[in-house]
Each structure stands twice: as structure tokens, then as C-alpha cells.
């Protein structure tokens, strides 16, 4: 066996005013040709760091304090930034996590591609073209002789992806990191970019150590994996053996707490060691302020109905040119009933978004009607009128940062909706309203004067959730809430959603393309693609006997644990906090 990669007592410190912070302490990890090592952790264990070490791209004033990192037998911690700067892309190269920020938006893939072939490659322009439409062809992007001349905006994300990917083997490196290459990509898409890697570390050889917090990656793709908690690894072995029977206790509640594809639980366990962030207190609706005055009419069946909507996009260029019809919702028809949570699935580009938006008044639809508790949302004359059922109804997105101004504080950010819809009169009273409503969600009060960049992911989308929550709504619509979230995060965002509607007899549209946390968290399911419905059904009608042929294929791509199969169902799934409904 020939080891590629040898981290041997790594330790890499970030200095502060405050001291050291020390991110990664006595890491020892081995990378052998043909294999992929998976890292898997949650956020802020040092995953990252240990990849951006190894490739000598540590953000300043990051230092590796002590151990070393030997390349093929060479030690290359201590490169000065020249010999680095040759042996990056030539012998060790990375595929980072977004690719939009890793190409260049002002030039084109073959320049991007054509430029590191020959910065690496004796070869002449043509020749480095040539090999750049290989590369293309190689990653599975159709059409490449003519697709190499676009942009990087041309291209979706996974396509996106892919041309990383060709970036990050132009000169055929020996080891390969990849840094969470598959997320945000939804399951079609994941599948194919995991099949590429596994097909060309096999095909070449190479070594890969492939980064993430997705337990299902490290499930498809890894032949051995190390667990990492806090900057350090507490446990590493082959894949089935740490899926199917870990040592550490750590890695037993990570393992847990993955939304299970097969069974619908009551709760989700939630990650041992992990802080939630704050306590919730019990509600009261008779004498808490969310419980108040929800003068909204009776419902007899739906409360929101939608029927034969329809959206189309115009797209033209901005110097003239033919204008491109795009449409994004073609006659899609269901119905939400009060108190369930109704599940939207389906691929990017598949109009989930899009309907979302059509339903709060975001974008107003071509065709179709949208009634939310009997009245038509479209028809609406003023916004007066339509901010009434705004009013009703609120939205959680998929990024919790971008989703509020940064140079608010807490406090202005939740009393925002307050103040706009008059919802209560003095300063102090819509004081309390918020430390209450902070309370709820567990952030605790004196989340109330900082800033959003002071709190993590999850804590964030606690704050859009309490924001949401401002208005009194009686329907919530959540927008792939948890999909940028590690699992330990995603169980209590999810775990939180569930108290909430459950206190306040919520109605939910939940959003996704994770299809294991869609069977958790929704009573019935429609499955979208291209705009158009495919089937509609309870959650447990379609897992467990999907009908139509594209639901099937969906189903079939979910990564599986290898666990379930090899160490039984009890220790493939241990689940601590919750248990099967049907139980």
C-alpha cells in the first residue's frame, strides 16, 4: 500500500488578542493511492482546516505549530510559497464547496482551464485545449467543445461542479481534497458528482480525502472515515464499521441524529456534547401574546388551495437579441389543509421556489388561483388588502444570513414585522413581545442587542424563525430551512418547528430536496419536476409505495447508510430521544 498523504501530530493555531485559538490539535491521518478518506464532523471541528493545511492555504495569521505534512515522501508544511505554489494543482489539489466562488465570473471555463494546464503541463495553447475538452467530456458535462467557451453564470450548479472538478485534475494530481463538494446540491445531482469521484479515483489511482458533515456522503463514497469533534479526531476506521458500530459516544449520537429514509420518528434525536443555544419556555396561549387576538376566520377544508397556477418568465438580453420563454410553474394544482405540514420535493429548477413565492405575493402568477382561507390571494386589488393575509402567512428561508440586515441588531430585526403590520403600540410592549419571542425559539433574551455575524447557522435561523413567528401566522411556509446546516443543528431547527406548530396549530409548506427529512417532517407530499406535479400522496403512501416512475428514481438515488444492512437496524439507527410513531 502506498501512502500519498501522511499527516502526522498536526497542530494549527489561529493567534488572537485573547491568545491562541487552537483549531486542530494532534491530527494523525493517512491517505493511500486509490483510496478516499472521509473527514466528517460538524461545524467548526476542524474539518476544513485540516484540508486547507495540507494544501498550504491556511488564511492568515493561521500557523501549523507543530507536526508535519508529508506529500509522497516529501514534508511540505514548511514550503516556502514558491514550491507550493508548483506543487499545488500539479502533485495535491482541491474541490472547494462553492463553486461560484472558486472560478472567475469574468472569463471563460476554457481560459480558466487552459491557463492551469499550462501553468502545470509543457504544452502549447492548442494542446491545453484540446486536453481542457477532455477534461469536459471526462466530468460529464455534454457538449464540451462547445460548452468550454461559456461562463460560469451559464452553467447550473452541479454542471458547476463538475467544471471544478475538471479544474482540480488538469495536471492529474496524486491526492485530491475535496471540501463538502456536494452541498446544496439536491439528490440527482449529488449522485452523479459522487459517482464521478468514485470513478476517477478508481480510474487513476489518486487519493481523496473527501471533506463533509453528510453522513450519507460518507456512506456512498468513503472507504475508511475519521470522525472529528472539536479540532481533534476521536475515532477513524473503514465505513462500515464506524456507520455500523462506533466506539465513541460522539460518533453514536452524530450517527443518530441523520433523518432516518426508512421509518417516520415523533422527534429527532438530537447530537450528544452539542449546545443548543438557550432553553425554550413553555407557552400559555391564553395569556402569552401569540396566543392573542389571531382574529382569523374559520376554515372549513383547505386553507390554501392551489389550482392550474402557472408562472412564465421572459428572459431577454440586456444589447437586444431574442427573448426566451422560461416556465417555471406549469399547471400545478394542490390543496394544504389546516394544521398539516404539506411537502413540496423535487430537483433545482423543479419551480418548489417559485411556488413559494407565487403563494406570499412575491412574484404574481400568469395563470391559476391561489385561495388562502377561501379568498383568491391573485385577484387582490391593493396591497393593503393582500397585506391582511401577509399578515397570516410567513416565510423562513434556506439562508438564514442573507434573509436579514446585517446592521440591525436582534431586537429590530424580530419587532420589524411589529411595527409594519401595528400589531402593538408602545416601545415597551413590543420590548417584551421580542424578549418573549426570543425566549421561545431558546436564544434567550440578550440575544436581543447583538448582531447576526455574532451567532451561528443555526442560531441565525432561530432568529428568522422568531421574526416569522412575529405576525402571529397561522401558515408558515419554510424554504429548505436546515439544508445548509450540519445534522446536530438541522435536529434541533426541525425538533423546534415541530414544538412550534404543535403549540400554536400551525399550517407548514416544507420545502426541500432531502428526502429523509421530508418523510420526518410532512403529513402528505407532492413531487415536483419541471414545473409540474407528478404525484401527490401521504408521506408513508409515497415511501413506501411511490407510483409514479420519477418518484421511484428519487427514491432510489437517497443515499443509504451501509450500515443498515451489516450491523442490523437497531445499531444502524440508535435513536435516543425519539422513537417510531407506529412504536
Same mark, same amino acid.
Given at each position: 500500500?502506498?501512502?500519498?498523504?501522511?499527516?502526522?501530530?498536526?497542530? +494549527?493555531?489561529?493567534?488572537?488578542?485573547?491568545?491562541?485559538?487552537?483549531?486542530?490539535?494532534?491530527?494523525?491521518?493517512?491517505?493511500? $493511492?486509490?483510496? =478516499?478518506?472521509?473527514?466528517?464532523?460538524?461545524?467548526?471541528?476542524?474539518?476544513?482546516?485540516?484540508?486547507?493545511?495540507?494544501?498550504?492555504?491556511?488564511?492568515?495569521?493561521?500557523?501549523?505549530?507543530?507536526?508535519?505534512?508529508?506529500?509522497?515522501?516529501?514534508?511540505?508544511?514548511?514550503?516556502?510559497?514558491?514550491?507550493?505554489?508548483?506543487?499545488?494543482?500539479?502533485?495535491?489539489?482541491?474541490?472547494?464547496?462553492?463553486?461560484?466562488?472558486?472560478? @472567475?465570473?469574468?472569463?471563460?471555463?476554457?481560459?480558466?482551464? =487552459?491557463?492551469?494546464?499550462?501553468?502545470?503541463?509543457?504544452? *502549447?495553447? $492548442?494542446?491545453?485545449?484540446?486536453?481542457?475538452?477532455?477534461?469536459?467530456?471526462?466530468?460529464?458535462?455534454?457538449?464540451?467543445?462547445?460548452?468550454?467557451?461559456? &461562463?460560469?453564470?451559464?452553467?447550473?450548479?452541479?454542471?458547476?461542479?463538475?467544471?471544478?472538478?475538471?479544474?482540480?485534475?488538469?495536471?492529474?494530481?496524486?491526492? =485530491?481534497?475535496?471540501?463538502?463538494?456536494?452541498?446544496?446540491? *439536491?439528490?440527482?445531482?449529488?449522485?452523479?458528482?459522487?459517482?464521478?469521484?468514485?470513478?476517477?479515483?478508481?480510474?487513476?489511482?489518486?487519493?481523496?480525502?473527501?471533506?463533509?458533515?453528510?453522513?450519507?456522503?460518507? !456512506?456512498?463514497?468513503? *472507504?475508511?472515515? $475519521? +470522525?472529528? &469533534?472539536?479540532?481533534? +479526531?476521536?475515532?477513524?476506521?473503514?465505513?462500515?464499521?464506524? #456507520?455500523?458500530?462506533?466506539?465513541?459516544?460522539?460518533?453514536?449520537?452524530?450517527?443518530?441524529? +441523520?433523518?432516518?429514509? @426508512?421509518?417516520?420518528?415523533?422527534?429527532?434525536?438530537?447530537?450528544?456534547?452539542?449546545?443548543?443555544?438557550?432553553?425554550?419556555?413553555?407557552?400559555?396561549?391564553?395569556?402569552?401574546?401569540?396566543?392573542?387576538?389571531? *382574529?382569523?376566520?374559520?376554515?372549513?377544508?383547505?386553507?390554501?388551495?392551489?389550482?392550474?397556477?402557472?408562472?412564465?418568465?421572459?428572459?431577454?438580453?440586456?444589447?437586444?437579441?431574442?427573448?426566451?420563454?422560461?416556465? !417555471?410553474?406549469?399547471?400545478?394544482?394542490?390543496?394544504?389543509?389546516?394544521?398539516?405540514?404539506?411537502?413540496?420535493?423535487?430537483?433545482?429548477?423543479?419551480?418548489?421556489?417559485?411556488?413559494?413565492?407565487?403563494?406570499?405575493?412575491?412574484?404574481?402568477?400568469?395563470?391559476?388561483?391561489?385561495?388562502?382561507?377561501?379568498?383568491?390571494?391573485?385577484?387582490?386589488?391593493?396591497?393593503? $388588502?393582500?397585506?391582511?393575509?401577509?399578515?397570516?402567512?410567513?416565510?423562513?428561508?434556506?439562508?438564514?444570513?442573507?434573509?436579514?440586515?446585517?446592521?440591525?441588531?436582534?431586537?429590530?430585526?424580530?419587532?420589524?414585522?411589529?411595527?409594519?403590520?401595528?400589531?402593538?403600540?408602545?416601545?415597551?410592549?413590543?420590548?417584551?413581545?421580542?424578549?418573549? #419571542?426570543?425566549?421561545?425559539?431558546?436564544?434567550?433574551?440578550?440575544?436581543?442587542?447583538?448582531?447576526?455575524?455574532?451567532?451561528?447557522?443555526?442560531?441565525?435561523?432561530? =432568529?428568522?424563525? !422568531?421574526?416569522?413567528?412575529?405576525?402571529?401566522?397561522?401558515?408558515?411556509?419554510?424554504?429548505?430551512?436546515?439544508?445548509?446546516? @450540519?445534522?446536530?443543528?438541522?435536529?434541533?431547527?426541525?425538533?423546534?418547528?415541530?414544538?412550534?406548530?404543535?403549540? #400554536?396549530?400551525?399550517?407548514?409548506?416544507?420545502?426541500?430536496?432531502?428526502?429523509?427529512?421530508?418523510?420526518?417532517?410532512?403529513?402528505?407530499?407532492?413531487?415536483?419536476?419541471?414545473?409540474?406535479?407528478?404525484?401527490?400522496? !401521504?408521506?408513508?403512501?409515497?415511501?413506501?409505495?411511490?407510483?409514479? @416512475? &420519477?418518484?421511484?428514481? #428519487?427514491?432510489?438515488?437517497?443515499?443509504?447508510?451501509?450500515?443498515?444492512?451489516?450491523?442490523?437496524?437497531?445499531?444502524?439507527?440508535?435513536?435516543?430521544?425519539?422513537?417510531?410513531?407506529?412504536?
Amino acid at each position: 500500500m502506498t501512502i500519498l498523504l501522511d499527516i502526522d501530530g498536526l497542530r +494549527v493555531e489561529f493567534p488572537s488578542r485573547r491568545g491562541d485559538v487552537v483549531a486542530a490539535r494532534n491530527i494523525t491521518l493517512q491517505l493511500a $493511492a486509490g483510496e =478516499i478518506l472521509g473527514v466528517v464532523g460538524e461545524s467548526g471541528a476542524g474539518k476544513s482546516t485540516i484540508g486547507n493545511a495540507a494544501m498550504g492555504l491556511l488564511e492568515r495569521p493561521g500557523r501549523v505549530s507543530a507536526g508535519t505534512v508529508t506529500l509522497e515522501g516529501q514534508r511540505i508544511d514548511d514550503l516556502a510559497a514558491e514550491p507550493m505554489r508548483r506543487l499545488r494543482g500539479a502533485k495535491i489539489s482541491m474541490i472547494f464547496q462553492d463553486p461560484l466562488t472558486s472560478l @472567475d465570473p469574468l472569463r471563460t471555463v476554457a481560459e480558466q482551464l =487552459i491557463t492551469t494546464i499550462r501553468t502545470h503541463l509543457p504544452v *502549447d495553447e $492548442a494542446e491545453a485545449r484540446e486536453r481542457a475538452i477532455r477534461l469536459m467530456e471526462q466530468v460529464g458535462i455534454p457538449d464540451p467543445d462547445r460548452r468550454i467557451d461559456h &461562463y460560469p453564470h451559464q452553467f447550473s450548479g452541479g454542471m458547476r461542479q463538475r467544471v471544478v472538478i475538471a479544474l482540480a485534475l488538469c495536471a492529474e494530481p496524486d491526492v =485530491i481534497i475535496a471540501d463538502e463538494p456536494t452541498t446544496a446540491l *439536491d439528490v440527482s445531482i449529488q449522485a452523479q458528482i459522487l459517482d464521478l469521484l468514485r470513478s476517477l479515483v478508481k480510474e487513476s489511482g489518486a487519493g481523496m480525502l473527501i471533506i463533509t458533515h453528510d453522513m450519507g456522503v460518507i !456512506a456512498e463514497i468513503a *472507504d475508511r472515515v $475519521a +470522525v472529528m &469533534y472539536r479540532g481533534e +479526531v476521536v475515532e477513524t476506521g473503514p465505513t462500515a464499521k464506524i #456507520l455500523g458500530d462506533p466506539d465513541h459516544a460522539y460518533t453514536r449520537s452524530l450517527i443518530s441524529a +441523520v433523518p432516518r429514509p @426508512d421509518v417516520k420518528l415523533d422527534r429527532f434525536p438530537l447530537v450528544e456534547h452539542i449546545e443548543s443555544g438557550g432553553t425554550r419556555r413553555s407557552l400559555d396561549l391564553k395569556t402569552h401574546w401569540l396566543g392573542r387576538h389571531r *382574529d382569523y376566520d374559520a376554515v372549513e377544508g383547505s386553507l390554501v388551495a392551489v389550482r392550474d397556477l402557472e408562472m412564465i418568465f421572459h428572459l431577454g438580453s440586456l444589447f437586444g437579441g431574442g427573448r426566451q420563454e422560461v416556465r !417555471a410553474v406549469d399547471g400545478v394544482s394542490f390543496d394544504i389543509r389546516p394544521g398539516e405540514t404539506f411537502g413540496l420535493v423535487g430537483e433545482s429548477g423543479s419551480g418548489k421556489s417559485t411556488i413559494a413565492r407565487l403563494i406570499t405575493g412575491i412574484y404574481r402568477p400568469t395563470a391559476g388561483e391561489i385561495r388562502f382561507a377561501g379568498t383568491d390571494l391573485a385577484r387582490l386589488g391593493s396591497r393593503k $388588502a393582500l397585506n391582511r393575509y401577509r399578515r397570516q402567512m410567513q416565510m423562513i428561508f434556506q439562508d438564514p444570513y442573507s434573509s436579514v440586515n446585517p446592521r440591525m441588531t436582534v431586537r429590530d430585526i424580530v419587532a420589524e414585522p411589529i411595527r409594519f403590520h401595528k400589531l402593538a403600540g408602545s416601545r415597551r410592549e413590543i420590548r417584551q413581545i421580542v424578549d418573549d #419571542l426570543l425566549d421561545h425559539v431558546g436564544l434567550g433574551r440578550r440575544a436581543a442587542a447583538k448582531y447576526p455575524h455574532e451567532f451561528s447557522g443555526g442560531q441565525r435561523q432561530r =432568529i428568522s424563525i !422568531a421574526r416569522a413567528l412575529a405576525t402571529r401566522p397561522r401558515f408558515l411556509i419554510c424554504d429548505e430551512p436546515t439544508s445548509a446546516l @450540519d445534522v446536530s443543528i438541522q435536529a434541533q431547527i426541525l425538533n423546534l418547528l415541530k414544538d412550534l406548530q404543535d403549540e #400554536l396549530g400551525l399550517t407548514m409548506l416544507f420545502i426541500s430536496h432531502d428526502l429523509p427529512v421530508i418523510r420526518q417532517m410532512c403529513d402528505r407530499v407532492a413531487v415536483l419536476r419541471g414545473g409540474k406535479v407528478m404525484e401527490v400522496a !401521504a408521506t408513508e403512501d409515497l415511501f413506501e409505495r411511490p407510483q409514479h @416512475d &420519477y418518484t421511484r428514481h #428519487l427514491m432510489a438515488l437517497m443515499p443509504r447508510m451501509h450500515r443498515d444492512a451489516e450491523a442490523g437496524e437497531e445499531a444502524a439507527h440508535p435513536h435516543p430521544e425519539g422513537k417510531p410513531l407506529d412504536a
